[in-house]
């Protein structure tokens, strides 16, 4: 994962760095590490959002064989890949010894889906059970889900429901309202009105 800054430019660059990425002073030190880099070991990250609220990064990341994850993101930490795969031992080829991995909020088996679609954190109302529960799905198996956490720690997850068709992408409005998009162009609604989060 990258962080880049576009309103200004480094010298031989399009863009610059800004000063507080985390692998800046690595770079300096040996130039083979990009300074660009905000966080490392994704696979295949699907949809990233940004909590309205508390301004958490959130990821969908795809996984290689076993399993589907749903991590937040922080400055220069190492999610594992392709050391771990969700919270499991996945290869030591490229293990470090003195590497701290940041296992993901959430993961599901391939028996739910095979490529997650990362969603977004529902802000619209503040009265309703879903306020705070980050909503996303699967690409494949078009299952819809919510999750509660605390400090990156699950809480509670539900399965919402289905999407009508494979769910490319998630998007929300001005008023917070969330929504699911298809490759077609196709967009759905969710709505939350009549149903409660805890029940």
């Known amino acids: 994962m990258i962080r880049i800054d576009v309103d200004r430019r480094d010298d031989g660059l399009p863009y610059g760095i800004p000063d ?3 692998f800046l002073d690595r770079h300096r030190e040996d130039p083979s590490i990009r300074p660009e880099t905000w966080a490392i070991g994704f696979r295949e990250p699907w949809r990233y959002s940004f909590d309205s609220l ?6 969908g990341d795809v996984g290689q064989q076993l399993f589907e994850e749903v991590a937040i993101v922080r400055k220069g930490e190492n999610h594992g890949w392709n050391v771990h795969e969700a919270f499991h031992d996945f290869s030591s080829q490229y293990k470090q010894d003195n590497a701290n991995y940041t296992p993901p909020v959430f ?38 889900w919510g999750l509660k956490q605390q400090d990156r720690t699950l809480t509670q997850i539900r399965l919402l429901g289905e999407s009508p068709e494979k769910v490319a992408s998630f998007g929300v409005d001005n008023d917070g309202a969330i929504y699911i998009v298809r490759y077609a162009g ?11 989060f805890d029940s």
Not at 54 to 59: E, S, Y
Not at 121 to 132: E, L, M, N, Q
Not at 187 to 195: A, C, G
């Open 20 to 22: 507080d990425n985390p």
């Open 54 to 59: 508390t301004g958490d990064l959130w990821v």
């Open 107 to 144: 993961a599901y088996p391939r028996s739910y889906g095979v490529s997650v679609t990362g969603g977004y954190v529902y802000r619209a109302d503040p009265k309703s059970s879903f306020y705070g529960v980050y909503i996303f799905g699967d690409f494949e198996s078009r299952k819809v």
């Open 186 to 196: 196709t967009i759905y609604h969710i709505d939350l009105s009549d149903t409660d």
